[in-house]
């Protein structure tokens, strides 16, 4: 059923506003942390890649301590100043430039949030940065449909994107977001481009994000009830329906295709985490290892629903697809996109889910880090279009725009 927006947000702010996780300090000094910080925006490095270098550099002098909190507020000044402008704009009729401004007043919100909203100003931060998002969608000419599906104690929210009626029954692409990604970041980049050349797109979070079920050996279920509930729809064509899942989501693209080949023409998992990701000295090692800012614990925590880290050596080894004896089971056509020297989740699992069950196919880049992405030569963009966008075409029959 569709729930209104306002009590979408009004549902997000109660959910993410409820106690969390003790605020903590992130590591290093306070000028290292602005020194990697810049640094990464000038190499075009997650979480900022994207992001005007000279803009960031303005938000660190507002950063003042190494707090959650003190994060947050740096950035919520900038995203606030982009959402008064695009008020402004939208006022004056300027819809282009408003939607401009909303969507980058999204993106500093989600900067100001980042990896997860576990203290009170990154809740807030979340909060607005919803409000941006929905401004800036209603201003489109295909805006959002929120679809809800209550699972026990929780509800899954998804946000699909419909094509214009003469493109329906329309095939489907479900994205499922990455571990700080959330849904609305897969609802706004590409969607609306996708749904112009006619297939409907579905934005999910992935298990342990905002808006779905916590992560745990059984969240595959919930998770296919809802792409079941939209892939129902007499606006769907139900014989073309595509998986992507990108980092963490890339994890539950592999499990629901080992589970539910019928259901899916393609598979595309981008940087999969399948069994050696979720081994404790993997975890160790990607917080000594450096490439996911901050640390990475606490975001896997959030995910489960604890403020223990010490909990994540057991709760994470379970998930392994291998211990769950899926990796032999037939698959849809499947496309593996990641980086040889990934060091958010183990190469190694790429490698595995090549060497079992269905043949698979596989873009590797030799020089890559995780999603595949090379400073100065591959941006996810360019990922995007020459490498994952065609596969997603060729297999759901739809001519490249």
């Known amino acids: 059923m569709p729930l209104a927006i306002g009590a979408l947000i009004l549902l997000i702010a109660a959910v993410v506003s409820a106690p969390g996780m003790a605020q903590v300090s992130y590591p290093g000094t ?182 779905t079920v916590r992560a745990s050996t059984t969240a595959w279920r919930p998770l296919m009830e809802i792409i079941d509930q939209v892939i129902a729809r007499p606006d769907i064509d139900a014989t073309r329906v595509v998986l992507r899942g990108g980092s963490w989501g890339s994890y539950w693209a592999a499990q629901l295709g080992h589970r539910y080949p019928d259901r899916f023409i393609g598979v595309v998992a981008q940087g999969p985490a399948i069994h050696g990701a979720f081994a404790a000295d993997w975890v160790q090692h990607v917080v000594d290892a450096g490439e996911y800012f901050f640390d990475w614990r606490i975001a896997l925590a959030y995910a489960f629903g604890t403020d223990d880290l010490s909990q994540i050596e057991t709760l994470m080894p379970p998930l392994s697809l291998e211990a769950q004896g899926l990796l032999d089971n037939p698959t849809p056509p499947m496309l593996l996109v990641n980086g040889l020297h990934d060091e958010v989740w183990p190469i190694e699992d790429t490698f595995l889910l090549l060497e079992h069950g269905t043949a698979k196919q596989a873009w590797i880049n030799p020089q890559g880090i995780h999603m595949g992405r090379q400073t100065g030569m591959w941006n996810s963009g360019r990922i995007n279009q020459e490498i994952i966008n065609p596969w997603i075409f060729g297999r759901l029959g739809v001519t490249l725009p």
């Open 30 to 211: 306070l000028e290292e942390l602005k020194a990697d910080v810049q640094r990464r925006a000038e190499r075009e490095r997650h979480p900022v890649n994207g992001y005007d270098p000279a803009v960031i550099r303005e938000g660190l002098t507002l950063l003042q301590g190494e707090t959650e909190d003190d994060w947050a507020a740096a950035w919520m000044q900038i995203a606030d100043r982009y959402w008064v402008d695009a008020q402004l704009q939208e006022a004056r009729g300027d819809l282009q430039a408003a939607m401009q401004r909303y969507q980058a007043a999204y993106s500093y919100y989600v900067l100001a949030r980042w990896p997860t909203p576990t203290s009170v100003k990154k809740r807030e931060a979340y909060n607005k940065g919803l409000q941006a998002f929905f401004a800036w969608d209603r201003l489109t000419a295909l805006p959002t449909e929120v679809i809800e599906m209550p699972i026990a104690e929780e509800t899954i929210v998804g946000l699909l994107r419909m094509p214009a009626e003469e493109a329906r029954p329309a095939p489907l692409l479900v994205l499922l977001s990455g571990l700080d990604g959330y849904k609305e970041n897969g609802a706004m980049g590409g969607s609306l481009a996708l749904a112009r050349q006619g297939i409907a797109v579905l934005s999910l979070g992935s298990p342990g994000t905002v808006q």
